[in-house]
């Protein structure tokens, strides 16, 4: 082993080894939860647990409340999370237009729904959404339209939570595309100006494409955390919503391991939305590397 | 004079810790100086909020770091027992007989008490005085009430009577009142079966009939203010709202509105039983103080204690003998009554998520995805699946009955019911965590 390898390891040994004892080791723990019924009385004694292979998956996948779970999951991803990274563009094409002033106080404003704490956000949104006295059915009022009951309606519960979130997370991928933008050299917009491109030819040829890379990482950091959704329907809407329109996969992870104290199978709950999150991970980076 | 001083403070360097639920645990220091007076022992207090307490209390046991004595929602006892967190209590700690029976049973797991009864809750009739001149006292006359005015005032701003949907206590108790028996001893659902379909449907009946909305707790804006306003006539819930409404209502409107007991099942006796909820004292299986806490539970138990602390808190009192304060209060006195016809939900660990299953199937019912029957088909096969685990290991190792006590209990007057154990037991958590409509601003 060559002296610079062998320095290289003694430095990255307490990292890996951190890794090993609080990532690797509980995840391989994690998963052998899934494949045994871990429950109340397994806490009892032990001697209560069964190996039990894949059947908790297999229920999990005969369980409708699973399929409902997932299809929410994915609705408030799929709907949430491009809008999250179209608004956060947006955001940051004004932050960074050259005519912009303020962009110090603008960035601060997007930027702080992120590190604000989510029950408060839920408090206040909570006003927002009330269906009477609510700011968004007042102004909505105003308009001629009557609003929906925005938390206590199934069809209207999802897309109220897909606006909070968006309004708290696009902040995050606004400054990195920030970021980005200011990274693409200025000579390129002026070669493309020379061959006449518009303003519109010029964000399709030349921002877009030099905007790759924070693509593929904004898309992943969303998509993770779309996915992973929990504290969002945990303090809008407890218990699932109206008819579980707001259950998502955590939110059926947490019920089924710390309400019902089903750990064998909110382990295997968990190990469903790993496979998720790495598809889209792996979807993402394959998407960008087609390009 | 030194000598005797030294006497008065044996222990004067113990100090246990106690956990209270959200109010009760702010409170409960209130009533602590007097306790290290009277024995030296100090009690450090840390207040748990209702919504975290049951996660907090479990993994504060896998973790090794429960407190020496504590408070729990009495429908947490059978999985406190199962998980092997807390230990049997000497039941000459108190006099029983001071007690009500059915809720002194939510705290018997096989035979062994384990809890004692810290203070007591029960869900009954709140009614407006203006709109129903006497309570019904049996279904029928409940339906026929229901029905009058409905016919007097068909608009869709008024119902007779308001259950939300998501509440598990109203379909359970409707169930328990007609003799259900919901789980046996062998841990097998008993969901189909003419005792729970003809409670069931009764409540299903509300519904289809338009007496009631079909709304969750979500969706009533502000059931005060509605009640006060008289968009409304009835209600079922707990002691908590009678503080509530007198504090919210108007003067005015303080004078339409009172409870009553449970309207019976036509033929049994009234009033009909409800479930017994409250919150019990426990003492932990790792504490190494057990004698010390076993004081502070027996203090916190006393007669006069118990009468102090229905002042400070409202909550109304396990021991009768505490009593004396209310029965000058009317809309609390009917409590009283109620609490001496209450039934314990099946000792199980598995019993919340089965009366879970009951309130989910009825909204699915009443949404008309199922008739009454089928949905109590869907729950046979449902809960049988859930109780799979409890029925292997009742299989290996003969855990005691669910129908805590060891003694059977039965429903009195109804001869169809009488081979069959009832399964009794009072929740306090049921009012409390899951069902209690959340405070509005």
């Known amino acids: 082993m060559k002296p610079q390898s062998r320095a290289a390891l003694l430095f990255l040994t307490p990292g890996m080894a951190l890794i090993a004892l609080f990532f690797i080791l509980p995840v391989i723990a994690g998963f052998f939860l899934s494949l045994t019924d871990f429950d109340l009385y397994s806490i009892g004694d032990a001697a209560n647990t069964r190996f039990v292979g894949a059947k908790n998956y297999a229920s999990l996948l005969d369980n409708p409340l699973f399929w409902r779970a997932l299809t929410n999951t994915l609705y408030f991803s799929f709907v949430g999370g491009p809008l999250t990274i179209a608004v956060a563009l947006a955001a940051a094409l004004l932050l960074n237009a050259k005519l912009a002033r303020f962009k110090a106080l603008f960035r601060t404003i997007y930027f702080a729904p992120v590190v604000t704490t989510i029950v408060g956000v839920a408090i206040v949104w909570k006003y927002v959404y009330h269906p009477r006295v609510g700011l968004l059915n007042r102004m909505l009022d105003a308009i001629g339209i009557q609003g929906p009951d925005w938390l206590g309606d199934p069809r209207w519960a999802m897309p109220a939570l897909i606006l909070l979130a968006v309004w708290r997370g696009f902040g995050y991928a606004t400054v990195i595309f920030l970021a980005g933008l200011q990274n693409v050299p200025e000579e390129l ?61 955590v939110m059926l992870m947490y019920r089924e391991g710390f309400r019902w104290w089903n750990m064998g199978y909110a382990a295997a709950v968990a190990f469903i939305l790993f496979a998720m999150v790495l598809l889209a991970t792996l979807a993402n980076t394959l998407i960008r590397r087609t390009r | 004079m030194l000598f005797l001083a030294s006497c008065a403070r044996p222990q004067q360097s113990t100090t246990i810790e106690f956990w209270g639920l959200g109010r009760e645990g702010e409170v409960v220091a209130e009533l602590i100086p007097q306790f290290t007076k009277e024995t030296g022992i100090r ?84 009614y407006r005085t203006d709109m129903i001149p006497n309570p019904p006292r049996t279904w029928s006359e409940w339906m026929a009430v229901m029905e009058k005015l409905r016919r007097e005032n068909p608009s869709r701003d008024f119902y007779p009577i308001v259950m939300p949907t998501n509440e598990w206590p109203q379909p359970v108790i409707l169930a328990l009142q007609r003799g259900a028996v919901l789980v046996d001893d062998d841990a097998r659902a008993h969901f189909d079966d003419p005792r729970f379909i003809e409670g069931f449907s009764f409540y299903v009946d509300m519904f289809r009939r338009g007496y009631a909305p079909a709304v969750s707790n979500t969706q009533v804006a502000n059931i005060y203010q509605q009640f006060g306003e008289g968009q409304f006539a ?92 209310i029965e000058g209060d009317r809309e609390l006195a009917a409590f009283g009554r109620q609490l001496d016809r209450t039934v314990a939900l099946p000792r199980l660990p598995e019993a919340e998520n089965i009366v879970n299953a009951v309130a989910e199937h009825g909204q699915l019912t009443v949404r008309g995805q199922y008739t009454p029957r089928q949905a109590a088909q869907a729950l046979d096969k449902k809960v049988d699946a859930m109780l799979e685990k409890r029925r292997w290991v009742l299989a290996r190792s003969p855990v005691p009955s669910p129908h805590a006590g060891g003694e059977r209990v039965r429903v009195r007057g109804d001869a169809r019911r009488e081979e069959r154990p009832l399964t009794l037991a009072l929740s306090p958590h049921a009012g409390r965590g899951d069902c209690r409509p959340e405070a509005r601003p």
Not at chain 1, 213 to 235: D, M, R, S
Not at chain 2, 94 to 106: C, L, N, S
Request: charged fraction near 15%.
């Open chain 2, 43 to 126: 009690v450090d207090v840390q207040q748990i909020p209702w919504t975290a307490a049951h996660e907090k209390i479990l993994t504060a046991h896998v973790g090794g770091s429960l407190p020496d004595a504590l408070q729990v929602g009495n429908s947490w006892m059978s999985e406190l027992v199962t998980i092997g967190a807390i230990v049997p209590l000497e039941p000459t700690l108190v006099p029983r007989e001071d007690y009500f029976g059915g809720i002194w049973d939510t705290n018997v797991i096989g035979g062994t008490l384990y809890g004692i009864p810290w203070y007591v809750d029960t869900r009954l009739l709140f």
């Open chain 1, 189 to 249: 917009y002026e070669a493309a100006k020379i061959d006449g491109a518009g303003e519109w030819k010029q964000f399709w040829h030349v921002t877009l494409p030099q905007l790759g890379p924070t693509f593929v990482f904004v898309g992943i950091i969303t998509a993770i955390g779309f996915l992973q959704v929990f504290a969002e329907p945990y303090v809008m809407t407890p218990d699932g919503g109206p008819l579980n329109a707001t259950l998502t996969i």
């Open chain 2, 234 to 325: 009835m209600w079922i819930t707990g002691p908590w709202d009678v503080g509530n409404l007198r504090t919210r209502l108007t003067a005015e409107q303080q004078k339409s509105w009172s409870t009553a007991p449970l309207p019976a099942p036509d033929g049994t006796p009234y009033p009909g039983v409800a479930i017994a909820g409250g919150s019990s004292l426990v003492v932990s299986k790792r504490s190494e103080k057990q004698e010390a806490a076993k004081k502070f539970i027996a203090f916190l138990s006393r007669p006069e204690i118990q009468s102090r602390f229905y002042e400070l808190t409202g909550d109304l009192p396990a021991r009768k003998s505490a009593w004396r304060a």
